[in-house]
């Protein structure tokens, strides 16, 4: 069975400081996996994606997360945070083996950069 | 981003009322997903939609009643709600170009029982 895991529920850093959001997976096959941000009273955006090929992805905002196989991780990192990266980030991973539009997402994190 | 549009913004409702959600997307996607998004827990899929058809109902109770007319639009039909109920409902779609295509959501109905 797939399954997603944000082992922390609040990140706090800085501003200026580098800021790391940690995910780790489950699943059978090669996974898919996500990263999404919600600011306050707002749907979910699509920040960027880990299909295949380069390990290190880059997404929307300066965000990037770096794929470890062996590690099971998905961690979103961003190398200067700003106080406007404040909001909740979730991961979520889909099993292209399972053939299903479902996508498996994490309990959220709470990102807090302060000034 | 405002690719998935979702009415109304904010939902007041009694338990005997009976009230729609409605989602409509402008992105040329093919499915169509409801989430409830409630606090301090998981977001919790509760119904697919890929071409018209529902291929995933996630044991979800039948006062809730999802329609999907056509690609675009999706609603969420109300009935007999409970206050556990109370959350943020949330539309999303997504193109058929293959499973690693990421969903769009639209920003919710935050929807309140008395």
């Known amino acids: 069975a797939q399954s997603v895991a944000q082992p922390e529920d609040q990140v706090n850093v800085a501003e200026g400081n580098p800021l790391t959001v940690k995910c780790t997976y489950s699943v059978s096959g090669n996974p898919y996996l996500f990263w999404y941000v919600q600011y306050p009273n707002r749907g979910l955006q699509f920040l960027l994606k880990?299909?295949?090929?380069?390990?290190l992805v880059k997404g929307s905002y300066g965000f990037e997360a770096e794929f470890n196989k062996s590690q099971t991780s998905f961690h979103l990192k961003k190398p200067s945070a700003l106080v406007s990266d404040s909001a909740l980030y979730f991961c979520?991973?889909?099993?292209?083996?399972?053939?299903?539009?479902?996508?498996?997402f994490g309990t959220g994190t709470r990102l807090q950069v302060f000034p | 981003e405002t690719g998935v549009t979702q009415t109304p913004r904010h939902l007041v409702m009694g338990m005997t009322n009976k009230k729609s959600l409605k989602c409509e997307q402008h992105l040329g996607h093919n499915a169509m997903y409801w989430y409830k998004q409630s606090a301090k827990k998981p977001l919790e899929l509760m119904f697919v939609y890929n071409f018209k058809e529902q291929t995933e109902n996630n044991s979800v109770p039948s006062r809730f009643s999802p329609e999907c007319p056509n690609s675009s639009h999706l609603f969420l039909h109300l009935h007999t709600l409970q206050p556990e109920d109370s959350a943020l409902y949330l539309c999303?779609?997504?193109?058929?170009?293959?499973?690693?295509?990421?969903?769009?959501f639209g920003d919710g109905t935050r929807l309140s029982i008395l």
């Open positions: 999303a779609s997504s193109g058929t170009g293959g499973v690693d295509q990421p969903q769009h």
């Open positions: 880990y299909i295949t090929g380069d390990n």
């Open positions: 979520a991973v889909r099993d292209p083996q399972e053939n299903t539009d479902k996508l498996i």
